[in-house]
């Protein structure tokens, strides 16, 4: 089973503070996307990244796609309460998506 | 009607009822999923359909019936479900069917909030 890991689990900051979520897994994925949920709703994609050490910048976020492509990471700059929700990873191998169990962020004014 | 739709969006049902959950994608998509979010878990998939024929079954408990009538509609029949089945139902679509390669960005529905008495 592919098991991709999110840390941390929890992140509360306030408005203006920068922060970094982690995903991590020990399998090599051919894409990897990030999606943002919020509460009663599905999630929606953010990116997608594809290429080992590829960077993509949206606004105020930057994802980066680990070189062996096992990992990736995503960075928000000066987070707004906009910004609150659940951070889901999902790495793409063989036509599957495997999710991570998420990053629940809360940006506090 | 835009993306990705799913109705009821709450649903109550006891153990012993027959209901159906419904998702539509406007999308013009070749794969549609069902996934169950439970709290402090990451998304299980359930079921996949691709060009209408369903591609995976991730040993979910025959209680979930999937249906794929097209490529635009998908269905989960429930009987007879347990108290541990209340979770939130995800539907999502992807313009590339599971066995052609290709990123399979997903598409959600806003998700059917199910409670089981």
């Known amino acids: 089973t592919q098991l991709l890991e999110q840390s941390p689990q929890f992140l509360s900051i306030q408005e203006g503070e920068n922060l970094t979520v982690y995903c991590n897994s020990s399998?090599?994925?051919?894409?990897l996307q990030w999606y943002r949920q919020e509460p009663g709703e599905g999630p929606v994609l953010l990116v997608t990244?594809?290429?080992?050490?590829e960077v993509k910048k949206l606004k105020r976020l930057t994802f980066q796609f680990g070189d062996a492509r096992k990992d990736s990471s995503l960075h928000i700059t000066a987070a707004q309460p906009g910004d609150t929700g659940l951070y889901l990873c999902?790495?793409?191998?063989?036509?599957?998506?495997?999710f991570g169990d998420g990053t629940t962020l809360t940006v506090k004014p | 009607e835009t993306g990705v739709t799913q109705t009821p969006r709450h649903l109550v049902m006891g153990m012993t009822n027959k209901k159906s959950l419904k998702c539509e994608q406007h999308?013009?998509?070749?794969?549609m999923y069902w996934y169950k979010q439970s709290a402090k878990k990451p998304l299980e998939l359930m079921f996949v359909?691709?060009?209408?024929?369903?591609?995976e079954n991730n040993s979910v408990p025959s209680r979930f019936s999937p249906e794929c009538p097209n490529s635009s509609h998908l269905f989960l029949h429930l009987h007879t479900l347990q108290p541990e089945d209340s979770a939130l139902y995800l539907c999502?679509?992807?313009?590339?069917?599971?066995?052609?390669?290709?990123?399979?960005?997903?598409?959600f529905g806003p998700g059917t909030r199910l409670t089981v008495l």
């Open positions: 990244v594809v290429t080992g050490g």
């Open positions: 359909y691709s060009l209408e024929e369903r591609v």
């Open positions: 999308l013009g998509h070749n794969a």
């Open positions: 399998s090599v994925f051919s894409s």
């Open positions: 999502a679509s992807s313009q590339d069917s599971v066995l052609a390669g290709g990123p399979h960005e997903q598409f």
């Open positions: 999902a790495g793409v191998r063989a036509g599957k998506s495997t």
